[in-house]
């Protein structure tokens, strides 16, 4: 597979003022109570999350993603996971590949060449080290109706500008919002 068809899509949940944990690593607040009417159902939210989840060729996480991960039941299933961290990190699934040294490099060496949709699922340091290099195609955030008031940032002092073009918009019964952009470059 060629690099040029590859494409790598950031993506986080985030509260409406843009962290994507609270304080200690708090998630709890993505489990919110709230209902929008206008959503759409939860039939179609379950058919386009599964499509989704089915085209996805492998994740891309950094080391506290992927401990969160195992601690919470790993979600990614048998899909290729790319761990990039300057830790020595371990784990006996096959799916699971340790990456180190410049993303840049083993992005372009090991990833690409295998893998045509690469979501990069977490964490805040590294999506901002894959948009600083303008190694991210789009961005898709999903934004949940809850202000947290500080924790740890989606975007953190990016030091770049980008245009960006709104691919899709999808709001949710929960009253989750999903924004869907390209990274123009």
């Known amino acids: 597979m060629s690099e ?3 494409k790598v899509i950031v993506h986080m949940v985030a509260s409406l003022d843009g962290f994507i ?4 690593g708090d998630i709890s607040w993505l489990e919110t109570p709230d209902s929008y009417e206008k959503g759409i159902s939860d039939e179609e939210s379950e058919k386009l999350s599964n499509e989704v989840l089915a085209s996805i060729d492998c994740y891309v996480v950094g080391s506290r993603t992927y401990e969160m991960a195992v601690k919470l039941g790993w979600p990614y299933g048998d899909t290729p996971i790319y761990v990039f961290s300057s830790r020595a990190l ?3 699934r096959e799916s699971v590949h340790f990456c180190k040294g410049d993303i840049e490099k083993v992005l372009g060496a090991e990833v690409k060449p295998q ?4 979501w990069l699922v977490g964490g805040s340091v590294l999506v901002k080290d894959f948009i600083e290099r303008k190694l991210a195609d789009e961005i898709c955030i999903t934004f949940a109706p809850y202000l947290l008031g500080k924790g740890t940032p989606f975007f953190d002092q990016l030091g770049i500008e980008n245009t960006l073009h709104l691919k899709d918009v999808i709001a949710f019964k929960n009253g989750f919002v999903e924004l869907w952009y390209e990274i123009k470059k």
């Not at 944990?21 to 200690?24: R, T």
């Not at 893998?115 to 690469?118: E, L, P, V």
């Open 4 to 6: 040029q068809s590859s």
């Open 21 to 24: 944990e609270g304080e200690n």
């Open 90 to 92: 371990s784990d006996e």
């Open 115 to 118: 893998h045509k949709n690469i």
